[in-house]
Nanobody
Framework: QVQLVESGGGLVQAGGSLRLSCAAS????????MGWFRQTPGRERELVAR????????YYVDSVKGRFTISTDNAKNTVYLQMNSLKPEDTAVYSC????????????WGQGTQVTVSS
């Protein structure tokens, strides 16, 4: 059974930092790209960052470039999202997801963790 378990969300003031973690189990970590999505009520879910461990490629949505960093700890099967210089518009539920490298859809999802940035 595949599980993705996020942690690290919370309340932070604008300009502050948070680090989200997503521990993956039940899958072969090296066969998947990992991503972080966020969603707020009334808006579509947005891919924030993605990392392809096999090719060390990363993607960031323009609004977080230079502020967020996605990384992995292969020994722990964990993906992180370091979020710096947070803004109120970063407030959302953040979820991690796993994408099998040969597919375009996202195969597994975590339950999500709330990030709230106060002004």
């Amino acid at each position: 059974q595949v599980q993705l378990v996020e942690s690290g969300g919370g309340l932070v003031q604008a300009g502050g930092s948070l680090r989200l973690s997503c521990a993956a189990s039940g899958l072969t970590f090296s066969n998947y790209a990992m991503g972080w999505f966020r969603q707020t009520p009334g808006r579509e879910r947005e891919l924030v960052a993605r990392i392809n461990r096999s090719y060390y490629g990363t993607y960031y949505v323009d609004s977080v470039k230079g502020r967020f960093t996605i990384s992995t700890d292969n020994a722990k099967n964990t993906v992180y999202l370091q979020m710096n210089s947070l803004k109120p518009e970063d407030t959302a539920v953040y979820s991690c997801a796993a994408q099998r490298l040969s597919q375009s859809n996202w195969n597994y999802w975590g339950q999500g963790t709330q990030v709230t940035v106060s002004s």
